[in-house]
Each structure stands twice: as C-alpha cells, then as structure tokens.
C-alpha cells in the first residue's frame, strides 16, 4: 500500500521521519512530494497511490481522475475547502481531515497578531493593551474555543457566536454568548474568524459588517480569505480610518490594502497559522494514522464527504 504525502508547504522534516515510520511498521510505504510548483507533478504522483496526504494542496476533480487506485486522502488539518468532495464522492472515495491537530498553532498566532498590531507593529511608538478589551470569537471551533482561552489569560472581556454550538457550552468557558453577527461586531474591539470557506461563508464579511465596530476595530482572519468581501473591506478602511485589518491569508488585494492603508493591514509572508513543529507533527502523525486505521478497521470517524 503506498501513500503519498504530496505538500507544495512541506511539513517539518522530523515530521516526515515520523510518518515514515509509523507508516512502515504497518506494512505501508510513503512517497513524497514536496513543494511542487506544476500541478503536472501532482497528477503524475498520484497514479499509483492508494492514500494521499495534502495540507492546502488542491486536490481537484483532474487530480482525482489521474488517481484510479486512490482510496482515501486526508487533508492534515482542519478546513478541506481544497478538497473537489464530489469528485471524491463520484469515485468512492473518503475525504478526511484532522481536527483540532493545528488548532492550538492557529490560535496562538491570532494573539500573537493581535498583540502585533496593537503595538504599533514592533515599532517605536505609544501601542494599546488587549486586557479588557472586547474579543468577538466568529465560530466557536477548535480553534475559536483556544483563541478565547489564550485571550481571557490576557484579561480580554470574550464573546462569541456561533449558531452551531449550544450556548450552555460556550458560557461554560466563562464565554459571553451574543445572539447576532452584528451584536458580535457592534461589541467588539477584536473580531477574530474561525470560520470555513464555503457557500455559506465565501464574501460574508465585508462593509456592513466592519462598520458597525467599535472605534479602533480590528478584524482578524486566521480562516481563510475568501470569507471576506474585499472591496467591502477596502470601503470600511476607507470611510473609518481608525479600522485594522490583520491576516495570516494575503488577500487578492493585499498590494493595494498595504499601499492604501499602512501600519493598519497586516498579512503574513505565507499562511502560517499552522508551521509550527507541534502542529506539523500532530496533523501529519494523524493522518497517517486515520489511513492505516481506515485500512484496517474500516474507521471512518473524520470522514468530511459522508
Ligand atoms: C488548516 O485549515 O488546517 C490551516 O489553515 C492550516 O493550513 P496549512 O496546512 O496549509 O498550513
């Protein structure tokens, strides 16, 4: 049985030592791909494959065609919008991802933004504190629930929505439950995303939204960044020059949002929420193990195309 580990952002080099010997002591072989810059290579590699392994790589309808003997790919880490699900579905086979395994990376890097912007960008100059500040968690996730356990260490007043989760749970946090997206961003300084790229979400995030924040709002995205509208976005930072936008996902727009609007955007060099050895070991770890599992016992359990 052969897996293939196809990273254009490869895991840390330890990690994929580690694969490789969880996945042969049960009797499987591990191929590698790694920061591959033509698709071709992708389709190439996955040929002969029975499982594959992706971090954001686009595992696409082509993709999918190119693999005839693939049986399962696991996305290691948590949104799978990379993943053409029907295209998986049509042939039969399980799309999985990781949950929770990048999660803690994740949410100590919305902090460490947040900390970031609020003193002036490490740069001379009088900054703010977070403490008792109003953090607004937009979906209470894995990562949504770390973020608001990290930020009440940093005195943060935290609130969050979130009309998946029942209330009762996230007040158990010591979490204020508000009843809107807009009592959400009418009351917090800090709005941090946590929610997945999909129909649902893709644009959801724009002017109407940014300009019901409090002065000095700071929207903060770790998710991804098609959930936001960016000329709304580029209108609210216009009309509201006390407005932040932080990002661990350039926008398309980034050149003109850095140009525009300096000192008040900032976005990481490359997503980076989960390059942390922890993070590349837990996710990669367990998906190498969801795949000798899945092949042994039939498991299903993180199975995202059911
Ligand atoms: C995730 O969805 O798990 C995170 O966005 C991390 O993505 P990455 O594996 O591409 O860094």
Redesign the pocket.
């Known amino acids: 049985m052969k897996i293939l580990v196809a990273?254009e952002?490869p895991f840390a080099k330890a990690t994929v030592e580690g694969m490789k010997s969880i996945a042969e002591k049960a009797g499987f072989t591990i191929a590698l791909l790694e920061k591959y810059t033509d698709k071709k290579e992708l389709l190439d590699a996955v040929v002969d494959v029975d499982a594959l392994i992706v971090?954001?790589?686009k595992v696409t309808k082509e993709v999918i065609d190119s693999a005839r003997q693939l049986k399962i790919v696991v996305?290691?880490?948590?949104?799978?919008?990379?993943l053409d699900l029907a295209a998986c579905t049509g042939r039969g086979i399980v799309a999985m991802?990781?949950p929770g395994?990048?999660?803690n990376?994740?949410a100590e890097l919305a902090l460490g933004m947040m900390v970031y912007i609020s003193r002036n960008c490490f740069c001379p100059g009088t900054g703010s504190e977070l403490k008792g500040k109003n953090l607004g968690i937009q979906a209470y996730g894995n990562v949504g629930r770390l973020v608001a356990k990290i930020a009440k260490g940093f005195g943060m007043n935290v609130y969050a929505f979130d009309p998946f989760v029942p209330a009762d749970l996230i007040e158990k946090d010591g979490v204020k439950v508000v009843a809107s997206l807009d009592e959400l961003y009418t009351t917090c300084q800090f709005v941090s995303l946590h929610i997945?790229a999909n129909e649902q979400t893709k644009k959801s995030i724009g002017y109407a939204l940014l300009t019901k924040m409090p002065h000095g709002g700071c929207l903060v995205n770790?998710?991804?960044k098609e959930v936001i509208d960016e000329d709304g976005l580029i209108k609210a930072l216009e009309e509201r020059p006390d407005l932040k936008y932080i990002t661990?996902?350039a926008a398309a727009a980034q050149d003109v949002l850095n140009e525009k609007f300096a000192g008040r955007v900032f976005a990481t060099p490359k997503?980076?929420?989960?390059?942390t050895a922890e993070?590349n070991t837990n996710?990669g770890f367990a998906a190498v193990n969801q795949i000798i599992d899945f092949f042994a016992t039939g498991n299903t359990k993180f199975q995202v195309n059911k």
Do not use: W
Not at 271 to 275: F, L
């Open positions: 990273t952002k971090r954001s790589d996305r290691a880490g948590a949104g799978f919008d990379n991802n990781t395994q990048n999660s990376a994740v997945p770790t998710a991804r661990d996902i997503k980076m929420g989960a390059e993070a996710a």
